[in-house]
């Protein structure tokens, strides 16, 4: 397997990422595939924290337009991002990865509690750490969460793997053919570029702390492997060229 640059990254998956050509929930198939590629991903040797979103099952978003308060409706997407977690704990165990999943939402009977050195330690033993439950506050994104997650546990990297994009655009490529992806930009850019991509607190503390960014499709197959053996699939985003 060739060298990683990387020791050990942080990998954010979107709960959309789960769903396949459903419009809710988990499809198994799809489950099963992402699973395979975290999988191979693990046997190249580097440690892997994972943060989740839960919009395939709830999106907070959605349900404070229509009245809900936000913190309650953060907080229930809070819940949807556990159900993911040990729906993709469970597809790695099958496929014989060792797994831990940690909640920022105290729920003893299926995930331990969020703890610092604990999840390193799981790292440092080759286990792959799930970190459910966002920050475990409201008004944070899964994006957030990642970024602060991945400072905490000192990753080298913080992977935003998305469905079926494969990097940043200046614009929407779906609605511009004349669209534009960036194959290396800097944070600072990023910021001022406004992008989607990813949430805008979770890049300002990636700026801050000069960890790398690395965008990509993590539907196209070995995909996660390329960018942990030092290929850029996608978009690199670091705080110089």
């Not at 988990?26 to 892997?48: F, M």
């Not at 790292?123 to 750490?129: D, Y």
């Not at 994104?141 to 913080?158: F, M, V």
Request: net charge neutral; glycine share 8%; charged share 20%.
């Amino acid at each position: 397997m060739p060298t990683s640059p990387y020791s050990r990254i942080m990998l954010k998956l979107s709960g959309n990422s789960l769903t396949g050509d459903q419009k809710f929930g988990i499809d198994p198939t799809v489950l099963e595939k992402v699973a395979t590629e975290l999988h191979d991903a693990w046997k190249t040797g580097v440690q892997i924290g994972i943060v989740i979103g839960g919009s395939n099952i709830w999106n907070g978003a959605t349900y404070e337009a229509t009245g809900m308060d936000r913190s309650t409706a953060d907080y229930a997407g809070m819940l949807a991002t556990i159900m993911n977690a040990i729906a993709l704990q469970d597809a790695l165990e099958k496929l014989g990865a060792e797994v831990r999943t940690q909640s920022a939402i105290s729920m003893p009977v299926i995930a331990e509690p969020y703890i610092r050195r604990r999840a390193i330690r799981h790292m440092e033993k080759g286990r792959i750490v799930i970190f459910a439950g966002g920050t475990g506050n409201p008004y944070m994104s899964t994006d957030t969460a990642a970024a602060l997650r991945g400072l905490e546990i000192g990753a080298d990297a913080l992977l935003m793997a998305k469905n079926n994009i494969d990097g940043v655009y200046d614009s929407d490529p779906n609605k511009n053919p004349d669209a534009r992806k960036f194959d290396h930009i800097t944070h600072h850019e990023a910021l001022s570029l406004r992008l989607q991509a990813i949430d805008s607190t979770a890049l300002s503390l990636c700026m801050d702390n000069e960890t790398t960014i690395a965008i990509f499709n993590l539907f196209k197959e070995g995909n996660l492997t390329r960018v942990l053996t030092g290929k850029n699939a996608g978009t690199l985003i670091t705080s110089s060229k």
